[in-house]
T-cell receptor, first 113, second 114 residues
Framework: GQQLNQSPQSMFIQEGEDVSMNCTSSSIFNTWLWYKQDPGEGPVLLIALYKAGELTSNGRLTAQFGITRKDSFLNISASIPSDVGIYFC?????????????FGKGTKLSVKP | EAEVAQSPRYKITEKSQAVAFWCDPISGHATLYWYRQILGQGPELLVQFQDESVVDDSQLPKDRFSAERLKGVDSTLKIQPAELGDSAMYLCASSPSGVTDTQYFGPGTRLTVL
């Protein structure tokens, strides 16, 4: 089945540093999504990307939909302690009425004050 | 802001017992999803509903799992009998009208099977 390779698996950074993570796939996706999940909670949508090449920002977050439609990246600028959590990329490939949301395995972000 | 509601938040059960989880999607959302998330992994789809109809249950272990959305609003996911390997977070999500729409997740139910 379709799989997303998300990297890095974990990151330990200093407050104020920029962060970059990415997702790649052997399959094409129509939509890329980035979610953040705090411990014991459900994923919260950060950014949605619908077009190849699209670059979208949400505050200090910026994400891009790769031109090949097989990859996406998420950047966080000037990290703060509340950025701690697990970040998941997810892709959708539509097929009729179905379109499974395929998740990566997550990037665990730790921020040192 | 409208949210997806799930209950219970935590459930501890013994092997071979039956468990049930409830989800109330965002009002007006026609599509409802149940996911299972094993610790350290991303969520994986179990079943997708469009209104009251099952659209995709290809990954649902049907020998022990069942899901229903009788009136096309809230939904119940049941496991009977529970096995040790079922310990996971069970997440419900909803979207306005279909797979092209953004999915919004509830807080999840953390299941522990002893």
């Amino acid at each position: 089945g379709q799989q997303l390779n998300q990297s890095p698996q974990s990151m330990f950074i200093q407050e104020g540093e920029d962060v970059s993570m990415n997702c790649t796939s052997s399959s094409i996706f129509n939509t890329w999504l980035w979610y953040k999940q705090d411990p014991g909670e459900g994923p919260v949508l950060l950014i949605a990307l619908y077009k190849a090449g699209e670059l979208t920002s949400n505050g200090r977050l910026t994400a891009q939909f790769g031109i090949t439609r097989k990859d996406s990246f998420l950047n966080i600028s000037a990290s703060i302690p509340s950025d701690v959590g697990i970040y998941f990329c997810a892709g959708i490939n539509y097929g009729g009425s179905q379109g499974n949301l395929i998740f990566g395995k997550g990037t665990k972000l730790s921020v040192k004050p | 802001e409208a949210e997806v509601a799930q209950s219970p938040r935590y459930k501890i059960t013994e092997k071979s017992q039956a468990v049930a989880f409830w989800c109330d999607p965002i009002s007006g959302h026609a599509t409802l999803y149940w996911y299972r998330q094993i610790l350290g992994q991303g969520p994986e789809l179990l079943v997708q509903f469009q209104d009251e109809s099952v659209v995709d249950d290809s990954q649902l272990p049907k020998d022990r799992f069942s899901a229903e959305r009788l009136k096309g609003v809230d939904s119940t996911l049941k496991i009977q009998p529970a096995e040790l390997g079922d310990s996971a977070m069970y997440l419900c999500a909803s979207s306005p009208s279909g797979v092209t729409d953004t999915q919004y997740f509830g807080p999840g139910t953390r299941l522990t099977v002893l």
